[in-house]
């Protein structure tokens, strides 16, 4: 398992940007599938985006295609997630995630998550 810790939140008016990153301590972090998953007000967590061991292998929910990106650096032990044109309804409690190949998130690893609260 892998500790994670966020950063980057905040408030940020509608049309505006974030960066979050996430730090990861623990062996092997490239072996591991990262992820960022989000949490609004009244609403189930939902995946947004994940990324594996390549840049090749990532997936964006939806609603965030085309305004989010992630990225990941194996060398510094980062995963990073772009926000761009961001809009009130992507308010909520962001969480880095990691599991290993064939496992689920849930059993995967979590950071406490940080706020992004965009103001319309």
């Known amino acids: 398992q892998v500790t994670l810790v966020e950063s980057g939140g905040g408030l940020v008016q509608a049309g505006g940007s974030l960066r979050l990153s996430c730090a990861a301590s623990?062996?092997?972090?490239?072996?591991?599938?990262m992820g960022w998953f989000r949490r609004a007000p009244g609403k189930e967590r939902e995946l947004i985006a994940s990324?594996?061991?390549?840049?090749?292998?990532?997936y964006y929910t939806d609603s965030v295609k085309g305004r989010f990106t992630i990225s990941r650096d194996n060398a510094k032990n980062t995963v990073t997630l772009q926000l761009n044109s961001l809009k009130p309804e992507d308010t909520a409690v962001y969480y880095c995630?990691?599991?290993?190949?064939?496992?689920?998130?849930?059993?995967?690893?979590w950071g406490l998550g940080t706020q992004v609260t965009v103001s319309s």
């Open positions: 995630t990691a599991r290993s190949y064939g496992s689920t998130w849930d059993l995967g690893s």
């Open positions: 623990g062996p092997t972090f490239s072996l591991y599938f």
């Open positions: 990324i594996g061991w390549s840049t090749g292998d990532i």
